[in-house]
Nanobody, 117 residues
Framework: QVQLVESGGGLVQPGGSLKLSCAAS????????VGWIRQAPGKEREGVSC????????MYAESVKGRFTIFRDSAKNTVFLQMNSLKPEDTAVYYC??????????WGQGTQVTVSS
């Protein structure tokens, strides 16, 4: 079966860190552009970060630039999001998306990140 599973969320204090995982099964994640998208209650869905399948280039939302890093571990068929210096406004459900135009588009179930003292 083709599936995408996020993990690594939890409750952390402001200034803390979390490492989110997006693990693929049934397809090779290296062939897909991968993005992290978050959604909080009452707020618009926000693209956080993405990584290209072609040259490994990355992009970040201005709100997380300098604090978050996206990277691949091909041996584990996984994309990670390292989140440092977390703020309360980072609280949201974080989703992973894998996309190849005209081929496939997959979403995970989401993982909750809560930043609170």
């Amino acid at each position: 079966q083709v599936q995408l599973v996020e993990s690594g969320g939890g409750l952390v204090q402001p200034g803390g860190s979390l490492k989110l995982s997006c693990a693929a099964s049934g397809f090779t994640l290296d062939d897909y552009a991968v993005g992290w998208i978050r959604q909080a209650p009452g707020k618009e869905r926000e693209g956080v970060s993405c990584i290209s399948s072609s040259d490994g280039s990355t992009m970040y939302a201005e709100s997380v630039k300098g604090r978050f890093t996206i990277f691949r571990d091909s041996a584990k068929n996984t994309v990670f999001l390292q989140m440092n210096s977390l703020k309360p406004e980072d609280t949201a459900v974080y989703y992973c998306n894998a996309d190849v135009y005209g081929i496939g588009n997959y979403w995970g179930q989401g993982t909750q990140v809560t930043v609170s003292s």
